[in-house]
């Protein structure tokens, strides 16, 4: 008998303590407000590119003529981006030939007419963006820029000849917009004269810089 009454007062001891306990929990979370975490989202505007495919330039610089000085040097051209990477390009030129050294030096009638002393050149190339990037002039002030080489082949007006002129480039592009660019490039017109006498393979060297305009 005094088993039984044991076991039966720790039943109800055992259910008084855990129906305490639930009360206890539920009073805790009654009174214990919810937590609310707020996130800060942050809006990024992207500076895209658009992607027109034509893009037309100017550009003016220095052009060193091999044996005929140095004089302005005055281009324009079309190009088609036929990829993200490649492009070709149209391009027309021209600028004009100096004296030579012997001019200067001997005392003989000019070599050339100042015709003949046009220089011209138009040609096809085909570029390729090599290393696409940014320029940071400040911390939060950067511009998309690009530095691609180019190659083609042309004709080069000159000493009354029409000649063959291979064409090498290099080109550093600055987006200022989505449609304008600040190039900076050189270039070498690789071509055959014979003007002093004996065929020569001469390299002219061009500097420049100008503006290009997508659309």
């Known amino acids: 008998m005094e088993i039984r009454l044991q076991h039966i007062f720790l039943t109800v001891f055992m259910m008084f303590g855990a129906s305490f306990s639930f009360l206890s929990y539920s009073q805790e979370t009654e009174q214990t407000p919810p937590i609310k975490i707020e996130i800060e ?23 060193s003529i091999e044996d005929f000085e140095s004089n302005l040097w005055l281009s324009a051209h079309v190009a088609y981006h036929i990829s993200e990477s490649f492009y070709a390009k149209a391009l027309y030129a021209r600028s004009k030939g100096g004296n030579t050294s012997f001019e200067q030096l001997a005392n003989v009638p ?24 940014e320029v940071f002039l400040a911390r939060d002030f950067a511009f998309n820029s690009v530095f691609s080489i180019e190659l083609g082949a042309g004709t080069t007006q000159f000493t009354g000849d029409d000649l063959f002129t291979l064409n090498t480039s290099a080109n550093y ?26 065929a020569k393979v001469t390299h002219n060297l061009a500097f420049t810089t100008g503006f290009a305009f997508y659309f």
Do not use: C, H
């Open 41 to 63: 989202q942050r809006q990024v505007i992207e500076d895209v590119l658009d992607d027109e495919n034509f893009e037309v330039g100017l550009q003016t610089g220095l052009l």
């Open 110 to 133: 000019p070599l050339l007419t100042d015709a003949e002393r046009d220089f011209t050149y138009y040609g096809l190339n085909i570029g390729y963006n090599l290393m696409p990037g």
């Open 173 to 198: 592009r600055i987006f200022l917009t989505d449609w304008i660019t600040w190039d900076i490039g050189m270039s070498d017109y690789i071509f055959e004269t014979k003007i002093t006498g004996k």
